[in-house]
């Protein structure tokens, strides 16, 4: 199986897990991810499963490497959103990390589509709240301690 078939292959899975239905008279497009996402954990072992696999693909087409990674935080984003009881069920509906992963994939296979300002803010963006989530607690903890410490 060569590249484009592999994304055709992709694409029909992508369009089973986000864009399958349509609500009728507004429009919007939902899919199994959204579906098998109210029974809790199936959606998300879903998601990440088919995530997983564009990832994979996007190795194999040599996709720029800063793409893979903002692949992975559309996917974790998913995931932490996904968490929240009724909020990640209807965030599914909207984010849809499968289209955007898919479509980053098919933009940038075979080194074909440029590398964006904008794909090193959404990466850089991700990993400064991941500092912030990170650091806050542990100043927060320091200061705790030295206040009891100091008395």
């Known amino acids: 199986m060569d590249n484009r078939e592999r994304l055709e292959a992709l694409r029909r899975l992508q369009r089973l897990l986000d864009s399958a239905f349509r609500v009728p008279g507004i429009g919007v497009r939902f899919g199994w991810d959204a579906i098998l996402g109210l029974v809790p954990g199936v959606g998300d072992a879903m998601t990440t499963l088919f995530a997983l696999t564009l990832l994979v693909q996007a190795v194999r087409m040599r996709v720029p490497r800063i793409i893979q990674l903002r692949m992975v935080f559309n996917t974790l984003l998913d995931l932490l959103i996904g968490v929240l009881p009724v909020v990640g069920d209807v965030a599914d509906v909207f984010w849809k990390s499968n289209a955007r992963n898919f479509a980053l994939l ?10 964006t300002t904008g794909d090193w803010l959404f990466v ?17 903890l320091y200061w705790i301690v030295r206040s009891v410490a100091g008395g």
Do not use: M, Q
């Not at 098919?106 to 590398?115: F, I, L, P, Q």
């Not at 991700?126 to 100043?139: E, F, I, K």
């Open 106 to 115: 098919e933009r940038h296979a075979g080194g074909g589509g440029r590398v």
């Open 124 to 140: 850089g963006g991700v990993l400064a709240v991941c500092a912030a989530v990170t650091a806050v607690p542990l100043v927060l």
